[in-house]
């Protein structure tokens, strides 16, 4: 479905009874206007939850429940309703029209103060606990009291949930770049190819992913690493990130491919052009 076609409407969550504070220990939303290189890619045009899922490496089950009940097409309509469009790339990304993530974050804050919210910035919680049937937060700023409590501490700030009685599977870090400190490899540094393939060998057949690779200075990154990071994020850390790596530089019939270069280079040994950037 094309954003065209979505609801053009969606109520505003307002809280009358209830007193909403948000305890950041920072400034709020730093990471969003910082996010997909300062435009925010806000969601992706997939809106079938049960094929939206399938892209997410792990907690398909817990998403699909939530997709359920909020997903991409709700976001749109949503950011709609608060006067922002967002637009799709090729690749189904979706960004708001103005590439500007201060867009989004801007609209998050307008969206929380119509709905009564109160932020309170520079309030780090130090520790959570009970008081009767009370939450109890001793704060930067002194102590808090609230009756519901909803922990948002992003990938830190554990210990507040595990205080509470919580257990956590304990996170791993994903979506990173590969260091192979290899000469040959280094040598090729800049170079970019459209479509190669990686795969972990002791892990196939699931492991291979496909996408643009880019050649660094530090070793592979580039969409297809970075998909490969996160689809085995729990393998690679059980292995102290020390695995074989096999890369298939070309997936696609090589033949289109050499007749351009041929074109272009005719002097030249395909040997010597084939990783050159398209
Ligand atoms: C460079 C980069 C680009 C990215 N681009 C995108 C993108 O384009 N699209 C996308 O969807 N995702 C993107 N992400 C991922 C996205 O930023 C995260 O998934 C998202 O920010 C997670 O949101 P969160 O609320 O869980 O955590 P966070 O955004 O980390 O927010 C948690 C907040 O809690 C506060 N906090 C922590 N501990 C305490 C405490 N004890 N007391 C009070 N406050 C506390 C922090 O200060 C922080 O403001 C990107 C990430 C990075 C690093």
């Known amino acids: 479905m094309r954003p065209e076609c979505l609801p053009p409407f969606v109520p505003r969550v307002v809280f009358p009874q209830h007193r909403v504070r948000l305890l950041e220990a920072g400034e709020p939303l730093v990471k969003v206007r ?41 976001t749109v309509a949503w950011f709609a309703a608060e006067g922002i469009a967002l637009k799709t790339e090729t690749d189904g990304r979706m960004f708001p029209v103005t590439d500007r993530a201060d867009t989004i974050a801007e609209g998050l804050l307008r969206a ?54 919580h257990t956590l599977v304990p996170p791993v870090p994903s979506l990173f770049t590969f260091n192979i400190p290899v000469p040959a490899l280094q040598n090729l540094a800049g170079i970019a190819v459209p479509e190669a393939m990686l795969v972990l060998p002791t892990q196939a057949p699931k492991s291979p992913q496909r996408g643009p690779l880019l050649v660094t200075h530090w ?60």
């Open 34 to 74: 910082l996010s997909g290189g300062g435009r925010c890619n806000v969601t992706h045009a997939c809106f079938e939850p049960e094929q939206l899922v399938q892209h997410y490496p792990r907690g398909s089950k817990a998403l699909r429940g939530a997709f359920a009940r909020f997903q991409p097409r709700d």
């Open 112 to 165: 929380a103060a119509a709905a009564g919210v109160k932020i309170v910035p520079r309030c780090p919680v130090k520790t959570v606990g009970r008081e009767g049937d009370r939450f109890l937060l001793q704060t930067g700023q002194g102590i808090q009291r609230a009756d519901r409590l909803v922990l948002a501490t992003g990938g830190k700030s554990h210990r507040l949930a595990t205080a509470l009685g």
């Open 219 to 278: 070793g592979l990154s580039g969409p297809a690493t970075l998909k490969l990071s996160a689809w085995q994020a729990r393998t690679l850390h059980g292995c102290q990130y020390q695995a074989p790596l096999a890369v298939q530089w070309l997936t696609a019939d090589p033949e289109p491919l050499l007749q351009i270069h041929k074109s272009q280079f005719p002097k030249r040994a395909v040997a010597a052009t084939a990783l050159s950037p398209p």
